[in-house]
Each structure stands twice: as C-alpha cells, then as structure tokens.
Antibody, heavy 122, light 110 residues
Framework: QVQLVQSGAEVKKPGASVKVSCRAS????????MHWVRQAPGQGLEWMGW????????NYAQRFQGRVTMTRDTSISTAYMELSRLRSDDTAVYYC???????????????WGQGTLVTVSS | QSVLTQPPSASGTPGQRVTISCSGS????????VYWYQQLPGTAPKLLIY???QRPSGVPDRFSGSKSGTSASLAISGLRSEDEADYYC???????????FGGGTRLTVL
C-alpha cells in the first residue's frame, strides 16, 4: 500500500534550520499533493502548507510564510520541508501527509508519514 | 486557540454511542467539507471521515459524520476500548486560504 517514510529525529539550536524528508512509494508521486502538518508536544495538529510535486508550486500557511520552504525531488519521489530561524516553540513532531489528486485542491490527508521529532534547544 | 472548536474530552462506556462536536464559521465549515482524523496514542493521525460523512474503506460503520451549517459532528456507536484516541476535525478556510484543525478531543472509554 501507499507508504510515506520520513527522516529521523533532529536536535537543533535556536536560529538554525532543519530539513525533513518524506520518501513516497507505491503510487505516482507527481499525481498527488503533499502536505506538512506539525504537532507540538501534547498539542493539536497545525497545517504548515502543501507542495504540488508535479509543478513544484507551493501554498504555505500564513504564520510560516518566510520561514518555511517545501521542495521535492521527483527522481527519488521525495518531498522536503525546511524550516529556518528555529525557536524553542518549533519543537514538534512534523508529519508529511499525502493529499488527494492534483485536481482536488481541498481534499483529504491520507496516508500520513510516521512523523519526525524536531527538538529545538540551546 | 484553534479556529475550529472541539470539546477537549469525551467519554463513554463500551457499547455506548458518543458524539464529538466541531464548531466553525462560514469561511470554513460553512462553505467547505469537513474531515475527521483519529490519532491513536503514539501514532500518526489516520483519516476517519472525509467530505462530511464518507468513510474510507476499512473504517467500521460504527463511525459516522454529519454537518449542518457551520458545525459538524462525529458519532461513534457501539463504543469499543480500541476507540480510545484523540479525534480532530479539519476544514479548508477560505479567509485564511489554508487548512484549519480543531484542538482535538480525547476520547476515553471507561
């Protein structure tokens, strides 16, 4: 079945950047949106944005504009999320989640990757 | 402060029916589909209900969703211990041009 495998946990200092990867398999990578959602410890889900893997086009949540960059490498079916100028409140589990096919702009998130814990601490 | 409002907790005994509410506004629930996600302890979220009331294959028919105006509900009938999880509603928000989630409801099976 469709699988999303994310990179391992990261520990970063405040002000640094982190880049999380999400490798997709068992479907046509360029045919579906890829979303990024984060979850701070003990908190709820927060949508960060999506990338269209076919065109590379992106749509970022307003609160992350200027700090987040989503990219992809279609040759290895992998999406990336880079967050810069990290703060302690960026400590969270970051998930990638496949969206629906590209003609469905506001569709579901399914499936989700296993999550990547990013810890920001001095 | 989440854009969509859910009760922080809900509970029920095995076999009971419980409902979880999700309240929004005209820019999100009022004009777009609602989705529900289940997050079991220590795992990634999983799609439970899509487009207000549709169940993905593999999701038991004990789970059902509904929407009316700017509110939505998730109902779980025949409650089972394995239903103990966090439940999140989500919708696209036209004003924010982004997805918004509820704060989540922790369901406890007593």
């Amino acid at each position: 079945q469709v699988q999303l495998v994310q990179s391992g946990a990261e520990v970063k200092k405040p002000g640094a950047s982190v880049k999380v990867s999400c490798r997709a398999s068992r479907y046509t990578f360029t045919g579906y949106y890829m979303h990024w959602v984060r979850q701070a410890p003990g908190q709820g889900l927060e949508w960060m944005g999506w990338i269209n893997p076919n065109s590379g086009g992106t749509n970022y949540a307003q609160r992350f504009q200027g700090r987040v960059t989503m990219t992809r490498d279609t040759s290895i079916s992998t999406a990336y999320m880079e967050l810069s100028r990290l703060r302690s409140d960026d400590t969270a589990v970051y998930y990638c989640a496949r969206g629906e096919q590209l003609w469905v702009a506001k569709g579901w998130f399914d499936p989700w990757g296993q999550g990547t814990l990013v810890t920001v601490s001095s | 402060q989440s854009v969509l409002t859910q009760p922080p907790s809900a509970s029920g005994t095995p076999g009971q029916r419980v409902t979880i509410s999700c309240s929004g506004s005209s820019s999100n629930i009022g004009s777009n589909y609602v989705y529900w996600y289940q997050q079991l302890p220590g795992t990634a979220p999983k799609l439970l209900i899509y487009r207000n009331d549709q169940r993905p294959s593999g999701v038991p028919d004990r789970f059902s969703g509904s929407k009316s105006g700017t509110s939505a509900s998730l109902a779980i009938s025949g409650l089972r211990s394995e239903d103990e999880a966090d439940y999140y509603c989500a919708a696209w928000d036209d004003s924010l041009s982004g997805w918004v989630f509820g704060g989540g409801t922790r369901l406890t099976v007593l």
